[in-house]
């Protein structure tokens, strides 16, 4: 069972797929251009082997889940990545995805990092948009980046000392 406590807990993705799934389909369901995975294990692999993540799920104040995120974060590089960031059409535009990036730079603070990267589709433009409305800039223009056809933008932030 998926954890109650506020804000962000972290989770396996094996052992609460079912749940990650069902938000992760109900999202790609309601937002064109996020990369569809049709499977549970389809989103599994992607976020535990071709990518080693960390993934979290973030509860409101009553412990409801409200959506999930995951997190690369490689041992020998000066950044983290935000792999996937998933909130429930019911629960958007209420600040979870700025209270999650905040909690992602936290994160990227403590262990030492200097920026956060992430890709999204270019044809993303509510993605692109939150993403720019909290400090992000576009550095990149991928072509075919997830070998699905599509062209992705890597967008950048720099973390301050503080
Ligand atoms: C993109 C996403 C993560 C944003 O999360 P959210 O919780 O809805 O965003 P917030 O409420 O924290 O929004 C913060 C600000 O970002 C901007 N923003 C967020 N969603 C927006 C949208 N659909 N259109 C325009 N601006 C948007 C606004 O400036 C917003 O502030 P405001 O509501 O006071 O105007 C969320 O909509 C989502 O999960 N989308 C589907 C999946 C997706 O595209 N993920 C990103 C793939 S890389």
Redesign the pocket.
Known sequence: MLPKKPGANKISVEENLNELFALDAK??Q??P??LPLETPEALLNFLTKDHKSDTYIWNDSNGNLV?FFSIINPLNEALIE?L??????D???????????LFAEKLAREAGKKKIK????IK????I???K??GYTIVQEIKNYYSDGETRYMLEKSLSEK
């Open positions: 999202v790609t309601a937002s251009y996020i959506g935000v996937n960031i998933c909130i429930d059409p629960s958007q535009r209420q600040g979870y995805g700025k209270k999650i990036m992430l890709v999204t589709n993303n433009t509510p993605a948009t939150f993403y409305s909290i």
